[in-house]
Structures are given as C-alpha cells and as structure tokens.
C-alpha cells in the first residue's frame, strides 16, 4: 500500500520557518518526480514547488521564489519542504504528492499520489 505521510507544520510567527517532510512508503519513488502543493481555506489548491527524481531540476511560483526549497533524499525515499520567511498568507494545508513520470510539473493532475495534509499556520 502506498503512503505518502506529511509532518512538520505546525504553528510559526510571521518571518519564521518550517521544514516540512513527506515520507513515503510501499513502493521507491526516486524515479518519480515530487510536488508540494497548498490549499487555504475557501481557495484552490496552489502548486508551492516540485523536484525531478533524481533531483537535479526543481522548479518554484514566484510567491514563494527564495523563500521556499523543495529537496529530496531518495535513499530514504523522502522529500522535503524548506519554509523561510514565513508570511501570513503562506497559512494553509500543504500536501505532498507523487507524480505518473520523473518529469517535475506544477500540474495537479500529474501527480498519483497524495498525502494527507500537514497544517501551516504563520501569525502576524
């Protein structure tokens, strides 16, 4: 059984960080390219970042531009979200997810696979 497990949201003042990590299990996914993703309340899902398999080419929106790294550690089949400077608006439920192919996409619909959620909530 595939299982793509969120951890490391929590609660952080505004200018702070997180390091949120994706951990997943049933299968290897060093071949498969990975995303974070984010929906806040009463909006869309918005693409964050997302990393080819083998980690060479990652690719972020603007809204998070220097802000936010995605990296990835495939011999513990794990990837993770680097947060600095932490804005109130960056609050919301960050989801990993596992694409079809290695290619690294901001497309929802590239991706398999899905976690569950970890909440980020950045106060002011």
């Known amino acids: 059984q595939v299982q793509l497990v969120e951890s490391g949201g929590g609660l952080v003042q505004a200018g702070g960080s997180l390091r949120l990590s994706c951990a997943a299990s049933?299968?290897?996914?060093?071949?498969?390219?990975m995303g974070w993703f984010r929906q806040a309340p009463g909006k869309e899902r918005e693409f964050v970042a997302t990393?080819?398999?083998?980690?060479?080419?990652?690719y972020v929106p603007d809204s998070v531009k220097g802000r936010f790294t995605i990296s990835r550690d495939n011999a513990k089949n794990t990837v993770y979200l680097q947060m600095n400077s932490l804005r109130p608006e960056d609050t919301a439920v960050y989801y990993c997810?596992?694409?079809?192919?290695?290619?690294?996409?901001?497309?929802?619909?590239?991706?398999?696979?899905w976690g569950q959620g970890t909440q980020v909530t950045v106060s002011s």
């Open positions: 997810a596992a694409a079809y192919t290695r290619v690294p996409s901001r497309q929802g619909d590239a991706y398999a696979y």
């Open positions: 049933g299968r290897s996914f060093s071949t498969n390219a």
């Open positions: 990393i080819s398999g083998s980690g060479s080419t990652t």
